[in-house]
Structure formats: structure tokens, C-alpha cells
DNA sequence: TAGTGGTCTAGACCACTTT
DNA sequence: AAGTGGTCTAGACCACTAT
């Protein structure tokens, strides 16, 4: 192995564990894009050498970043990027079961989308100055057969400007593979925020049900590796087929 | 050391890693109460000469067993087994947030609290046989002096027999520390389904909101260390003031 | 001062994958 | 056969707590 080789300069003396600043020092490559999703990253022994350390400290610190969902272990391949397939769209945030506790695979269909200002909850929401272009999307989706929800997607128009002109029917049902692969925007966190409201008119046309029926509202603020909020989701669920599950700690 | 200090036998050749078969048999020593919560564990180097194994992967094991939130390391002093202690009761379980995203110390008022036979549906959840006794608590719980939520607390009878003589009054805000204090029962996980419906008459009653209001209904199957069903409670909240927050990883 | 957990290192061997 | 991650061991030193 040559100087060439080395991902980074060795470790310098700084604050806190080692295993936490060479961790720190992966995410900024993860942030760079030196590693983009699907990547292989060098070997723990390579990555050891180039930063300094021991080969236990870089274990600790990939063992870390693989608990938080940002890097995969493959015994005898080799430690890869996270990757948002569409496997991983439909389930890792998904969180509707039905009564037997098993996942829909819900299908998407589109309603509109397009390209305008955000107004001050959507530029609030997603950090913007006041009138920022925003992207917004909306559509229904269903499980089933039966429609399930219907929601609001609005995006930050500075990255995700084109796809405002892709036409409805080509957004695919997984939107997050398509914000990585076609955007470079992955979403790694999320924060749900849920509450109980009634059908409008438009609510009630859309999912079938009577004005007036109680639904659960799931406000959910995504954002990158950065802490950026990169997507504002309002979404109306009926809860007669599915209900939303959380399992405590 | 004598070998009246050792807490169990050395390991014998057994199936997976061995830092599992360790964190298993604490496990069964954490059920069987050989430590009970609050108890301070014997150091690392003491239990690796117990199980006959090397510090490491005593550590390895603890490791797992603080990040499922079973045990709590402190350093300088020791590693003890987690208690419910009131403050853990109210906010670990607890996801209803503000506006501002802070969380309420909810105050609670029992409605009722009697012993009687599990219908078909408690037994059922509960993994009762039919008939079995069940020990039932009906409640309010209020948040900055308004009414928060309205629930219905299901309990095995065997475990918490004794339970349905305390007076209303008496009962404390935080249940979960009664629960391990007077009865030994540790919850350590609890699922949650979660779905929108319409106030009915007592629910509008005691949560002073319009009847048909939306509410959020909160159904908890809560389960101590060996996986078995201890309390199961179904709460309806008002959704006006308070949302139900959830991070997603 | 002694004991505890927290960090860091070094090396051996195993299981799995690729060539 | 070579390279990867997975496990297990052993020992050094540090930071914190109790006495």
C-alpha cells in the first residue's frame, strides 16, 4: 500500500474517543460524497492505516455507524453505503400494518406535481427563506386495492428543481431511491409527528369514506446526513384496514 | 476469589458466539432475580472469571444489555440492573409532545379500579385463558391542567392480584414503578397501534371536547423480560394540543 | 489507594466470499 | 489461496468513585 492509497491524513490530537473522530471523519466522507450509497469502503485494516489507528478503533467506530443505518457489513465482501432500495424505501418508514401485524406494499398514484413558491409553513417547515421555490407533489396511495392515504410532498426546489417536469405517472412508488439515485439526496432520519383529525370533502373523495371520519395525520419532517430537512410529508391515513405501529424500548 | 464468589458455572461449548451465550445467561440470572433492579452487578473481571471467559466478551455481552436499556454502567461505581424510577416511567414510554416539542408532566385521575373476569378480547391479548381474573384500571390523564387522554389499564390478576384493593387515591402517576416495586413485574417492552376515531359520549364527557371529536387512540401491549404479556392499555387523546412523536432511524 | 468502567492496542483464529 | 469481516483473547493505560 502507497501513500496514494490513503483515504485521509492520520488522526491528529483532538476531542473526545478516537473511535468517535475517526467515525466523525467517515461521515464527513459519507457527507463528500467520497463513499456514495453502494460503495465499497476500503478494508478496516486500510482504513486503520490511513487514519492512524488500530484496527480494533476503526472496528468500533464502522460498528457505530452500521447500528445507525448508515453503513452495511458483509462477512468476507466487505462494508458497503447504505443504499435506499426500493425494499428499503417501502419499509424502512412505512410503518401501516394491517391486523395481523404484516406490511401492505402500497402502489402510488399521482395527482399533481409541480414547481411554485413555498409559503411560510412550507418555507418555515423546511428552513427556506420565505418564498423559495419548493417542488410539490401530490398523490394518493393504496394497499390492497383500497385507497389507504392522501398526502403532500413538498421538497426544496434548490435540490430537487427537475423534478418538477417529470411527468406524474413516470414517479415511481419508492420516491426515496429516486431522491439518491437521480438527486443525491438521501434520507437518513425522520420525524414523525402524529395526530387525529376529520375528512374534508377532498379527503373523503379521495379515500372513499364519509366527510367527517376520523383520520391520523402523520406529519413527517425527513432530512440528510447534514441535519437538512430535505422533505415535508402530510400525509391522512384511514385506520379501518391498517393502523400505525411503534414498538418502545 | 473463592468459588463461593462465583454468581454461575464456566461456559460450556455451546451454540453461536460466545459474548450471546453469556449476555443469555445474564439474561436468565436478570429473570430468575438473581439481580434484581437497582442491584449492582459483579465487576467485568468478576463475571469473566465466572463464566470462565475473557473480559472482552463479558464486555461485548454487557454492551448489547446497555443498548436494550437492561442494564445502566456507571463509571467508577459499577453496572446495575435498570429501575423504573419514576422519571423513566413517565418519559420513556410517554411520546406526546408540545408544540415546542417538549414533553408534558401528565398528572392522572382513577375513574375506577376493581377486579373481575378478562372478556374474550383481554384474554385474548393478554394471552389469558377465558375467564381468567384481570385487575382493570379506568383513568384520565391531564397535561397543564386540561384533559390529555382517557384510558383503560388490563392487567393479569395473578400478577397484580393484590393491586385492585388499593384505593383510587392511592394509585401513583407513575404506574410502571408501582408495578416493579409492590409486585416485582419490570416492563421492558411495549408495542403500540395506533389509529384515529371519534370521541363517544364519555370520552367527550371527561375530555370536555364536542362528541365526534378525532382522538387518537393509543393501543399498548406492554411485556416484562421473558416476552410475556403484562398490562394492556387503550388510551384515546386529544390530538389538539399535544402530538404523538416518533423518530424515525 | 484500590476498584470500577472507558479506551486503545495487538494478535490469533474462524467463517465466508472471491479469484 | 487470498482477502474480508466476526470472534476471542490479553494487556496497557486513563478517568472516575469510594474509602
Given at each position: 500500500m502507497t501513500a496514494a492509497d490513503l483515504i485521509d491524513e492520520p488522526m491528529r490530537?483532538?476531542?473526545g474517543p478516537l473511535y468517535r473522530q475517526?467515525?466523525?471523519?467517515?461521515?464527513?466522507?459519507?457527507?463528500?460524497?467520497?463513499?456514495?450509497?453502494?460503495?465499497?469502503?476500503?478494508s478496516e485494516p486500510r482504513l486503520a492505516e490511513s487514519f492512524g489507528v488500530s484496527p480494533g478503533t476503526v472496528r468500533r467506530?464502522?460498528?457505530?455507524?452500521?447500528?445507525?443505518?448508515?453503513?452495511?457489513?458483509?462477512?468476507?465482501?466487505g462494508t458497503i453505503v447504505c443504499r435506499h432500495d426500493p425494499e428499503r424505501s417501502l419499509f424502512h418508514f412505512?410503518?401501516?400494518?394491517d391486523a395481523a401485524g404484516d406490511r401492505p406494499t402500497p402502489s402510488s398514484r399521482v395527482l399533481a406535481c409541480g414547481r411554485r413558491r413555498?409559503?411560510?409553513?412550507e418555507a418555515a417547515r423546511l428552513g427556506l427563506p420565505a418564498g423559495a421555490p419548493v417542488v410539490v407533489i401530490d398523490r394518493t396511495r393504496s394497499a390492497a386495492g383500497r385507497p389507504l392515504l392522501v398526502e403532500r410532498l413538498v421538497l426544496p426546489g434548490r435540490l430537487f428543481?427537475?423534478?418538477?417536469?417529470?411527468?406524474?405517472?413516470?414517479?415511481?412508488?419508492?420516491l426515496y431511491t429516486l431522491y439518491e439515485e437521480r438527486f443525491g439526496v438521501t434520507v437518513y432520519r425522520a420525524a414523525e409527528q402524529?395526530?387525529?383529525?376529520?375528512?374534508?370533502?377532498?379527503?373523503?373523495?379521495?379515500?372513499?369514506?364519509?366527510?367527517?371520519?376520523?383520520?391520523?395525520?402523520?406529519d413527517r419532517?425527513?432530512?440528510?446526513?447534514?441535519?437538512?430537512?430535505?422533505e415535508w410529508r402530510l400525509s391522512r391515513c384511514r385506520t379501518d384496514a391498517y393502523r400505525y405501529r411503534v414498538e418502545l424500548v
Open positions: 490530537p483532538g476531542h475517526v467515525k466523525q471523519r467517515i461521515i464527513r466522507h459519507l457527507i463528500d460524497e467520497t463513499w456514495k450509497p453502494g460503495d465499497m469502503l476500503p467506530a464502522l460498528d457505530e455507524l452500521v447500528a445507525e443505518n448508515l453503513l452495511v457489513r458483509h462477512q468476507g465482501k412505512f410503518r401501516m400494518v413555498a409559503d411560510r409553513a428543481g427537475p423534478l418538477a417536469a417529470v411527468a406524474p405517472a413516470e414517479l415511481p412508488n419508492t402524529l395526530r387525529a383529525v376529520t375528512a374534508d370533502a377532498r379527503d373523503a373523495q379521495l379515500l372513499e369514506v364519509a366527510t367527517g371520519t376520523p383520520l391520523l395525520e402523520i419532517l425527513a432530512s440528510n446526513l447534514d441535519g437538512m430537512p430535505v
